[in-house]
Every structure is written in structure tokens, then in C-alpha cells.
């Protein structure tokens, strides 16, 4: 199944991520250039990442939104977001024991469309352009080492999971995404050790 099936099977968990769904898809019928990040709305993945018991996550301090956020990156031509979701983690925590939690098509946990505002990376300009975002669930061993990625973020902490909502500095993104996935999380809790 490629990611535009997923995204179609994908049962949204509320008129955000429908209507978000609908944007996705409407992109991902209009050609292959979505995955690159020189159009002006592209792919992108996130790893929401929790502890066995469901009661922790892990966060990066993100140097370019100046707020603790989850983890994630760009497809840059890969289509196998799920895997471009672990290598992300991997890089920017090195936590490299995680493990996908199937929650949905694709093992999709949740999507989003976010917005980014225009800003400075590596000492050249990047305009204001659209993620597509599709996030992923992976559980994590807290005792594994965690690192820095320095020209990502500048702290790597596990922290209780309604603390994310507290740390984050960006309204939209603590009220309408972590406040959602904390709740899909409840939902989904099946799991839990």
C-alpha cells in the first residue's frame, strides 16, 4: 500500500484531521513534487514518542522554533515516511530502539497540516511554506542514551506527557496537536505494559 492509500484509509479522529486529510490528498494527486521541500507545501513526518507505560514522551529542544516539540523531518523524495520518522528520531535523540505502534494504515497515527513561518537555517533564508505532516506512535526504553543533534536541537529530555503541552510555546501546536495526540493516545492505550 503506497502512502496516498494510507492517508485515504486513514480514519480521521476529528474535523481537523479530516479537513487536513482532504489537503493531503488533493497534494499527493498533483504529483510527486510534494515530497521535496522546495514546493511550497510538502511531506513531512513526525514520531510522537512515549514511554512503555504511556505516561512519558520524549521532546527536542528545536533551535529554529525555540520551544521543546516533538520529533520530525522533511521526506526529501522518500515516500516511506514511516521509516523517515525512525531515522529522524534516531538523528535527533539517538534513541535507536524504538518500535512502531500500528494504529492505523501505514501504522499512521495522526496527520496535520502546519503552517511554518519564514526563518533562518544553516545562515540562509527559508521561506513560509506548508508541512504536510503525517505522524507516527513509537514506544521508547527512557534508560536508552539520548544525544543532541546540535544543528537540530539543543536538549533531548523525557517529560511527563501533559508537560509537552505546558513546555511548547507555540499555541496551535500545544492546544490543537499535542492536546490531540495525548488524547488519541488514551485511545489507543490497549497496549500499554
Not at 179 to 193: E, G, M, P
Amino acid at each position: 500500500m503506497d502512502l496516498r492509500e494510507e492517508i485515504e484509509l486513514y480514519t480521521p479522529f476529528n474535523a481537523q484531521e479530516e479537513a487536513d486529510r482532504h489537503v493531503m490528498l488533493r497534494a499527493l494527486d498533483c504529483g510527486s513534487t510534494c515530497f521535496e521541500r522546495t514546493a511550497p507545501a510538502h511531506m513531512t513526518c513526525s514520531i510522537w514518542t512515549v514511554d512503555p507505560t504511556a505516561r512519558q514522551t520524549l521532546l527536542v529542544y528545536h533551535n529554529i522554533y525555540n520551544s521543546w516539540s516533538w520529533i520530525g523531518g522533511h521526506a526529501d523524495g522518500e515516500r516511506d515516511l514511516a521509516a523517515v520518522a525512525l531515522r529522524e528520531l534516531r538523528e535527533e535523540t539517538g534513541v535507536t530502539g524504538a518500535c512502531l505502534i500500528e494504529c492505523g494504515p501505514g501504522a499512521i497515527f495522526s496527520l496535520e497540516v502546519l503552517p511554518v513561518a519564514g526563518h533562518e537555517k544553516r545562515g540562509r533564508y527559508v521561506s513560509s511554506h506548508t508541512h504536510l505532516n503525517v505522524t507516527y506512535l513509537a514506544v521508547a526504553d527512557p534508560a536508552e542514551p539520548l544525544r543532541i543533534c546540535a544543528d537540530e536541537n539543543s536538549a533531548v529530555r523525557w517529560v511527563p506527557m501533559e508537560d509537552a503541552i505546558a513546555l511548547s510555546n507555540e499555541p496551535w501546536i500545544r492546544e490543537r496537536i499535542y492536546r490531540k495526540l495525548i488524547d488519541k493516545l488514551r485511545q489507543h492505550a490497549d497496549w500499554v505494559a
